[in-house]
């Protein structure tokens, strides 16, 4: 059974920085496009960042300029380095997988139902 596993997440001041990392096994990693998105109280599941296969990347507006996704696919692993933290960052982080075609390696995806996977999902909360 595949198994996507985040990192624990944190409490962090307004202007922090946070790195989650998320563990993926019994999958071919560098077969599989990556995702990071977040759901607040209250709120929908909201796409964050998304990687492809030969590391193109995606960012939501809120993220842009202030999180970074990578990926080492050595380690089977997708990473958020989260910046310059808000108090609306404040949310559960999940990171998904899908796979994407062997054709289509710059194919990454930001909606939420295109993923096949996901994690468990770790909090993180900014304090003002």
């Known amino acids: 059974q595949v198994q996507l596993v985040e990192s624990e997440g944190g409490l962090v001041q307004a202007g922090g920085s946070l790195r989650l990392s998320c563990a993926v096994s019994?999958?071919?990693?560098?077969?599989?496009?990556m995702g990071w998105f977040r759901q607040a109280p209250g709120k929908v599941r909201e796409f964050i960042a998304a990687?492809?296969?030969?590391?193109?990347?995606d960012y939501a507006e809120s993220a842009k300029g202030r999180f970074t996704i990578s990926r080492d696919n050595a380690k089977n692993t997708v990473y958020l380095q989260m910046n310059s933290l808000k108090p609306e960052d404040t949310a559960v982080y999940y990171c998904?997988?899908?796979?994407?075609?062997?054709?289509?390696?710059?194919?990454?995806?930001?909606?939420?139902?295109?993923?096949?996977?996901w994690g468990q999902g770790t909090q993180v909360t900014v304090s003002s």
């Open positions: 019994r999958l071919t990693f560098d077969y599989y496009a």
């Open positions: 990687i492809s296969r030969n590391g193109l990347t």
């Open positions: 998904a997988a899908r796979p994407a075609s062997m054709d289509s390696p710059d194919y990454y995806y930001t909606r939420s139902r295109e993923y096949d996977y």
